[in-house]
T-cell receptor, first 113, second 116 residues
Framework: AQSVAQPEDQVNVAEGNPLTVKCTYS??????LFWYVQYPNRGLQFLLK??????LVKGSYGFEAEFNKSQTSFHLKKPSALVSDSALYFC???????????FGTGTRLTIIP | GAVVSQHPSRVICKSGTSVKIECRSL??????MFWYRQFPKQSLMLMAT?????????EQGVEKDKFLINHASLTLSTLTVTSAHPEDSSFYIC????????????FGQGTRLTVV
């Protein structure tokens, strides 16, 4: 079985400050980890992924995420937040060989001007 | 990245009628597509896996006779909500990934269904 937890429903950050959106996961094998962003009434946009290799992965719009195997975490980060980063963020996981993605409950990120 | 197009983006229908939602992979062939449902302020719930040329695989608790899925070609999957009721009102999203190329899935724009 595979699962994802996003412990924070809402994260507020002042513009220009660093941001972190937390995600922990559980899989039986090797994880494929993803972050997606959703704007109102839109589908999900792919931000970044971890498959293998370097634990720090960089993605779109200046976002990055760090894979931590011992803590089973894949937190999303950005050094300096923009107001336009305000959106709903989903962490997702699938086990190697499993086509189905499992999503977290989502974290609403609000950047305060 | 690959493009998945979903149509319509919004639809309003009367109770008892059926609504068809299309999901197209524009620049790749998708043997498998996925249909999700998203309730307000909630996560995505996988409804079914659409397989080209064969029957869809439905998740537990999803009524296959209400949510008909057809994947007749490598670039098109359709979801038909039959005999729609107000409780079927929701945001429906499809996804696909490029086989052997991408590990990530790409999502359609979503369809907001309102049943009145």
């Amino acid at each position: 079985a595979q699962s994802v937890a996003q412990p924070e429903d809402q994260v507020n950050v002042a513009e220009g400050n660093p941001l972190t959106v937390k995600c922990t996961y559980s899989v039986s094998g090797n994880p494929y980890l993803f972050w997606y962003v959703q704007y109102p009434n839109r589908g999900l946009q792919f931000l970044l992924k971890y498959i293998t290799g370097d634990n720090l992965v960089k993605g779109s719009y200046g976002f990055e995420a760090e894979f931590n195997k011992s803590q089973t975490s894949f937190h999303l980060k950005k050094p300096s937040a923009l107001v336009s980063d305000s959106a709903l963020y989903f962490c997702a996981v699938r086990d190697f060989g499993n086509e189905k993605l499992t999503f977290g409950t989502g974290t609403r990120l609000t950047i305060i001007p | 990245g690959a493009v998945v197009s979903q149509h319509p983006s919004r639809v309003i229908c009367k109770s008892g009628t059926s609504v068809k939602i299309e999901c197209r992979s524009l620049d790749f062939q998708a043997t498998t597509m996925f249909w999700y449902r998203q309730f307000p302020k909630q996560s995505l719930m996988l409804m079914a896996t659409s397989n080209e040329g064969s029957k869809a695989t439905y998740e537990q608790g999803v009524e296959k006779d209400k949510f008909l899925i057809n994947h007749a070609s490598l670039t098109l999957s359709t979801l038909t909500v039959t005999s729609a009721h107000p409780e079927d009102s929701s945001f429906y999203i499809c996804s696909a990934r490029v086989p052997l190329v991408n590990t990530e899935a790409f999502f359609g724009q979503g369809t907001r269904l309102t049943v009145v």
